[in-house]
């Protein structure tokens, strides 16, 4: 689960009109650029979403998030050697992310270019063997080439590793509570924040983003009760350890 996982069509509307409204006094903040650009493509403004994320990755190339969701919005804008383009790009500075690998190797198999496909497949797994989606379409691969034994060997995997869960080839999802902070607007952050806690107490990452806002809104005791709840749920969360220990100051 993200935090952006659970937004309705009127909360991506809200969130557009805070985004743009940021924009218009700070144009480069590549942040909310990359978040408006989530909207629209949740949306299915694929076009907006390729200028905000083509934006984004201008302003700040370090982010690999940002070069994938721009792949995904050329993917469905039926630029797929662009999209491949941008995938690859991120796996020139980092050869281990497995979600590159993973679409460039989707590209490949719904272009029909299956050994590109099976090599793309096989290197996301190697970096992550429990990573279902690779696995299952690796699988489709070996079914087609008449390997049934080696396919039926991948589906098995995975229902082993994927029990319950979703066979996602897109993940692109907005941090509604990040723009509001970052708009000023800190108690629709919190409201949106506590929101989701209610449905999800135990994510740890909600309650570090609760106390950085309770935080920015000068609620240290408050802030510090969420940043301690974080550590609990996660004791290896080390970003929630050290804003406990700044805010304590």
């Given at each position: 689960?993200t935090v952006?996982d659970?937004?309705d069509?009127?909360?991506?509307?809200q969130v557009?009109?805070?985004?743009?409204?940021?924009?218009?006094?700070?144009?480069?903040?590549?942040q909310?650029?990359?978040?408006?650009?989530?909207v629209?493509?949740l949306?299915?403004?694929f076009?907006l979403a390729?200028d905000?994320?083509?934006?984004?990755?201008n302003l700040?190339?370090?982010?690999?998030?940002?070069s994938?969701?721009?792949?995904?919005s050329?993917?469905k804008?039926?630029?797929t050697?662009?999209a491949?383009?941008?995938?690859?790009s991120?796996?020139?500075t980092n050869?281990?992310?497995?979600d590159a690998?993973?679409?460039v190797g989707?590209l490949?198999?719904e272009?029909?270019?299956?050994?590109h496909?099976?090599?793309?497949f096989?290197?996301a797994?190697l970096v992550?063997?429990?990573y279902?989606?690779?696995r299952?379409?690796l699988?489709?691969?070996?079914?087609?080439n008449?390997?049934?034994r080696?396919?039926m060997n991948?589906y098995?995997?995975?229902?082993e590793y994927?029990?319950g869960?979703?066979?996602l080839?897109?993940?692109?999802?907005v941090?509604?509570?990040?723009v509001?902070?970052?708009?000023?607007?800190?108690?629709d952050?919190?409201?949106?924040?506590?929101?989701?806690?209610?449905e999800?107490?135990d994510y740890?990452?909600?309650?570090y983003?609760?106390?950085i806002?309770?935080?920015?809104?000068?609620?240290?005791d408050?802030?510090?009760?969420?940043?301690?709840?974080?550590?609990k749920?996660?004791p290896q969360y080390?970003e929630?350890?050290?804003?406990y220990?700044e805010?304590?100051?």
């Amino acid at each position: 689960m993200t935090v952006a996982d659970y937004i309705d069509q009127n909360l991506l509307d809200q969130v557009e009109k805070v985004a743009k409204e940021h924009l218009v006094a700070s144009p480069f903040d590549h942040q909310i650029l990359f978040q408006l650009g989530n909207v629209y493509y949740l949306k299915g403004e694929f076009q907006l979403a390729f200028d905000c994320f083509l934006k984004a990755v201008n302003l700040s190339p370090v982010h690999a998030s940002y070069s994938i969701n721009l792949g995904h919005s050329l993917r469905k804008l039926g630029e797929t050697d662009q999209a491949i383009d941008s995938y690859q790009s991120v796996l020139v500075t980092n050869p281990r992310f497995a979600d590159a690998h993973f679409y460039v190797g989707l590209l490949h198999f719904e272009n029909r270019k299956f050994d590109h496909a099976f090599s793309s497949f096989n290197q996301a797994l190697l970096v992550n063997p429990k990573y279902i989606a690779p696995r299952y379409y690796l699988g489709r691969l070996l079914e087609d080439n008449g390997e049934f034994r080696q396919a039926m060997n991948e589906y098995r995997r995975v229902i082993e590793y994927g029990l319950g869960k979703k066979i996602l080839e897109e993940r692109v999802t907005v941090n509604c509570g990040s723009v509001f902070s970052d708009a000023g607007l800190l108690e629709d952050a919190e409201k949106y924040y506590r929101k989701l806690l209610r449905e999800h107490p135990d994510y740890a990452d909600l309650h570090y983003q609760l106390g950085i806002v309770l935080k920015k809104m000068g609620k240290t005791d408050e802030a510090m009760e969420e940043f301690h709840f974080a550590i609990k749920l996660n004791p290896q969360y080390m970003e929630a350890r050290r804003k406990y220990w700044e805010t304590a100051r």
